[in-house]
């Protein structure tokens, strides 16, 4: 029966982790431009919109990579802050690597500058939520 709650508890803290990452992405993305989007009028149900959208694409894309890095943590019984702070920025930054924003000229283009840094913070976000909700406690299970 431990082990079922444990579970549980799991899938929440990923869900609400990717709630998270979004948060931290939209606000990144949406920060440089925030004269734009007050002076044109955007309600912050917008915004929510925009971060409801984003975290079922987070988790989608992310699912079997955090998979894997969660079932390792959950066996070792790693319950270290830093360490799920760190596997979620590398794991945010390696899931971008595919990912090509240069503009016409091969140059990167300038809305997307900050797109890696973005990632990693959103990545970092991520881990530390999962960390609070159910890293803290991995491997009690056992």
Same mark, same amino acid.
């Given at each position: !029966? ?5 579970l549980?508890? !799991? &899938?929440?803290a990923?869900?609400l982790?990717?709630?998270?990452? *979004? ?13 734009? &989007?007050?002076?044109?009028?955007l309600?912050? /149900?917008? &915004?929510?919109?925009i971060?409801?959208v984003?975290a079922?694409?987070i ?14 943590? /959950?066996?070792f019984?790693?319950? *270290? ?5 760190? !596997? ?7 899931? *971008?690597c595919? &990912? ?6 091969? /140059? ?8 890696? /840094? !973005?990632l990693a913070?959103?990545?970092i ?18």
């Open positions: !029966m431990a082990v079922i709650g444990r549980l508890l !799991m &899938i929440l990923y869900a982790a990717c709630v998270a990452a *979004s948060f931290v992405f939209t606000l990144g993305a949406l920060t440089p431009h925030w004269d734009d &989007i007050s002076s044109a009028g309600p912050p /149900e917008a &915004i929510w919109a971060i409801a984003g079922p694409i988790g989608f894309v992310a699912f079997l990579p955090v998979l894997l890095i969660v079932a390792v943590a /959950e066996g019984g790693w319950r *270290s802050v830093i360490l799920y702070a760190a !596997m979620g920025g590398v794991l945010a930054l390696a899931l *971008s595919g &990912i090509d924003l240069t503009g016409d000229a091969g /140059e990167p283009a300038t809305y997307f500058a900050r797109e890696r /840094e !973005m913070a959103s990545g976000a991520g881990g530390l939520v999962y960390w609070l909700i159910a890293g803290r406690k991995a491997g009690a299970w056992k």
